[in-house]
């Protein structure tokens, strides 16, 4: 006759089996991945008129450099669906160790020649693009965008991201 210790330790053995083969049983802290896109927007309202400034920051989390960097920037469905809202990218700096600078383009694709590509290991790339909502766009809805992002590493290696989403900017009415 077995023991309720031996029943009971013989049971939590088989829960313990049953959460890890269905991917319930806790994991490892994982490492970060080789690149990471972010995002941030310097206020989350503006009027019609105004411009908001959204950044994207690429971190080379790898132990290589980043020699290539190929990113698309795209509005949401959502904003897509509100065809009264008007807006561009009228302007692009790069922040980088060795300073501020302009960038090449402004979108929406193939934002990553302004990185400034070789990222060294451990650094990061900010690319601020200005978003100018026209005088006449409508109010009361959000623009948001999302973000894919394809790397390549000194190492021969390469990462694909995304989606990544900015924060939403509302454009509100005066």
């Known amino acids: 006759m077995r023991s309720p210790l031996m029943r009971r330790l013989g049971l939590t053995t088989v829960l313990a089996l049953v959460l890890a083969v269905f991917g319930l049983a806790p994991a490892a802290s994982a490492a970060p991945a080789p690149a ?81 590509a070789t990222i060294p290991p451990g650094q990061s790339r900010t690319v601020t693009l200005t978003l100018q909502v026209a005088p006449d766009s409508g109010c009361n809805g959000n623009i948001g965008f999302y973000s894919y992002f394809y790397a390549e590493f000194s190492d021969t290696t390469n990462i694909s991201g995304g989606p990544v989403y900015t924060p939403e900017t509302r454009v509100l009415c005066a």
């Not at 290539?68 to 700096?93: E, H, M």
């Open 36 to 116: 990471e896109l972010t995002f941030t927007t310097d206020a989350a309202t503006t009027t019609p008129g105004g411009t908001v400034n959204v950044s994207m920051t690429l971190t080379n989390n790898k132990t290589y450099d980043i020699w290539f960097v190929y990113q698309t920037i795209d509005p949401t469905w959502l904003t897509t669906q509100r065809p009264d809202l008007k807006y561009s990218f009228t302007g692009c700096t790069l922040t980088a160790p060795s300073g501020t600078s302009s960038c090449s383009g402004t979108g929406p694709a193939d934002l990553g020649a302004n990185y400034g």
